[in-house]
């Protein structure tokens, strides 16, 4: 974090589940089991600052995202932003806490109505939340945001999303979020399903709009090359549970977690001289229907103990603002 960020956190996670109830049906009978895709998680987001979450699929990144917005309920704990929990909120009051609080999604065209045209996408944004009444200035200001997301062109304000590319739907979608003049934006994935050539256009993108706007960010991806280009600080789950938090230099050059350190290594490594310790994870991804007693990594850790099998590690801290959740990691 630079020295001129306030030390202040916007957005505080504390001891955050998510339960979701299903049933599983054997021939003629049918049994309820509960997924656990959040379970016990606890973190703070700066204000200004880009906090990334990463992870295999199905470890809750997502779902963290969704509830950290209030866009739907928690089993159990609480989420704080500017002070204020979010689930004790009224629906009024939450209305107006969605001036702040945007999202980005993951897949940008199923995001977009295709039955309106960009410029009404984004002018819906400003109708809901009453602002700029005065349709002369919301026209203006909507044109505002697209050039200010690269989609400048006058045109582009009358034409559907199907018309446009993926990289350009997901700058509709970013023009979109920031139409309400947010503070905090949660990005879901928000590169994955463009082409490598567009995601750092992307990227760059969300970057300079951070420093014009003063935003905050929550960036979910799987992908560790997005999270160290965009973020300052991140968290690494894995089933449903938060196993490290580091600032982003620190957790690529020295993971501590053995899951941590299974991701790391791999990342393929430019040079070709340059040896890497390759550690290849064994076994599946348990199920989150019926996770592992203890320490929920110890089915598949090179670096097992007899105590892992038992004992639900706590978060330690190792260096400066680097916690793990692992009394044997180095």
Not at 160 to 182: K, T
Not at 232 to 245: A, H
Not at 284 to 290: A, E, G, K
Not at 291 to 316: A, L, V
């Amino acid at each position: 974090m630079d020295e001129e960020r306030s030390l202040e956190a916007l957005v505080k996670v504390e001891a955050l589940k998510k339960y979701f109830d299903q049933e599983k049906t054997l021939g003629l009978i049918s049994k309820a089991e509960i997924v656990k895709a959040v379970d016990d998680i606890t973190f703070d987001i700066y204000e200004r600052e880009s906090f990334g979450l990463v992870g295999e699929s199905g470890s809750g990144k997502s779902t963290t995202g969704r509830l950290v917005l209030g866009l739907m309920p928690a089993s159990a704990g609480h989420v704080y932003f500017r002070g204020n929990d979010v689930f004790a909120l009224n629906r009024e009051e939450l209305r107006k806490l969605r001036r702040e609080m945007q999202i980005i999604f993951q897949d940008p065209y199923s995001s977009l109505n295709p039955r309106r045209t960009v410029g009404q996408t984004i002018d819906e944004a400003l109708d809901i939340h009453q602002l700029f009444p005065d349709k002369a200035e919301r026209k203006e200001r909507v044109i505002d945001l697209l050039e200010k997301v690269g989609m400048g062109r006058p045109e582009y304000l009358h034409r559907y999303p199907h018309e446009f590319s993926g990289g350009q739907q997901q700058r509709i979608g970013i023009a979109r979020a920031l139409a309400v003049e947010p503070k905090f934006i949660v990005a879901d994935e928000p590169v994955s399903s463009l082409d490598v050539s567009i995601q750092a256009q992307i990227l760059n993108l969300l970057k300079k709009l951070q420093r014009e706007f003063q935003l905050t960010y929550l960036v979910i991806a799987h992908n560790l090359g997005v999270i160290r280009y965009v973020c300052e600080r991140v968290g690494v789950m894995y089933l449903g549970k938060l196993v490290e938090i580091a600032p982003i230099e620190a957790l690529f050059t020295s993971p501590a977690h053995p899951y941590t350190r299974a991701l790391m290594s791999a990342i393929p490594v430019p040079n070709p001289e340059l040896k890497r310790e390759e550690i290849i994870l064994t076994g599946d991804i348990p199920s989150p229907v019926n996770p592992p007693s203890g320490c929920r990594f110890h089915t598949r850790c090179f670096m097992k103990r007899d105590w892992c099998e038992t004992h639900e590690p706590e978060f330690i801290e190792i260096r400066p603002n680097q916690f793990v959740a692992c009394p044997f990691s180095e």
